[in-house]
């Protein structure tokens, strides 16, 4: 009986290691460094294009310090934020024939890593919304200097786009996997909705 009890308080405590590990996954930032970067360049580079008529009046100063700052933001986000805080990583390569491609890597074998190197629920929040809500506005920037005639901003802006939209499209593509892959989801989603309308339409006849 008394062994009984032991292998009982041995799996509740076992338990209770896994349910801490797993809460503090949900919640603990590991990378604080890396969170605080991944937002600040981007962050930095909208106020400043917003704020530029009241933080300084030369145009040519402003233009200079957002594309610094997206410059910075590319690199930070494609090399080293993107790894630490989703596991995931996008570059191009040379082949020896001369020939460029593009290879879009994701972490493997999560469900083999201990819980204190998989990557933060809290990290991967800030990682997407950051790299989503961003380039959404430089869209919306680009419109806006389109219809308001800001002729000049244009190439601040399409700046913006083009450099966070290509890290967008990059980990997007190392999330969901190949373009064939895409494909093969889009296929097999229809082709299960036109079952359902004619298993529906079967069934009322």
Not at 22 to 40: D, E, G, M, Q, T
Not at 117 to 122: E, F, K, V
Request: net charge positive; hydrophobic share 45%; aromatic share 12%.
């Amino acid at each position: 009986m008394l062994r009984l009890d032991s292998n009982d308080d041995d799996v509740s405590l076992f338990d209770a290691e896994e349910d801490s590990a797993r809460n503090s996954r949900k919640s603990k930032i590991k990378h604080p460094v890396a969170s605080f970067f991944h937002l600040f360049f981007r962050v930095s580079a909208i106020l400043v294009y917003l704020l530029c008529e009241l933080l300084s009046s030369s145009f040519i100063a402003c233009m200079v310090t957002i594309i610094l700052l997206l410059s910075c933001d590319f690199w930070t986000v494609k090399n080293i934020t993107g790894r630490l805080l989703v596991g995931l990583r996008w570059w191009n390569q040379v082949d020896e024939d001369g020939n460029s491609r593009w290879v879009f890597e994701s972490r493997k074998g999560h469900a083999q890593q201990l819980p204190a190197s998989l990557p933060s629920d809290s990290e991967a929040r800030i990682f997407w919304l950051g790299l989503i809500i961003c380039p959404v506005l430089w869209v919306i920037f680009t419109f806006t200097a389109l219809f308001s005639f800001k002729i000049k901003w244009l190439a601040v802006v399409i700046m913006g786009v083009v450099l966070q939209g290509a890290n967008l499209y990059g980990y997007v593509r190392c999330k969901v996997g190949t373009r064939t892959n895409l494909k093969n989801m889009a296929t097999s989603y229809f082709g299960t909705q036109f079952l359902r309308q004619a298993m529906s339409k079967q069934e009322g006849s």
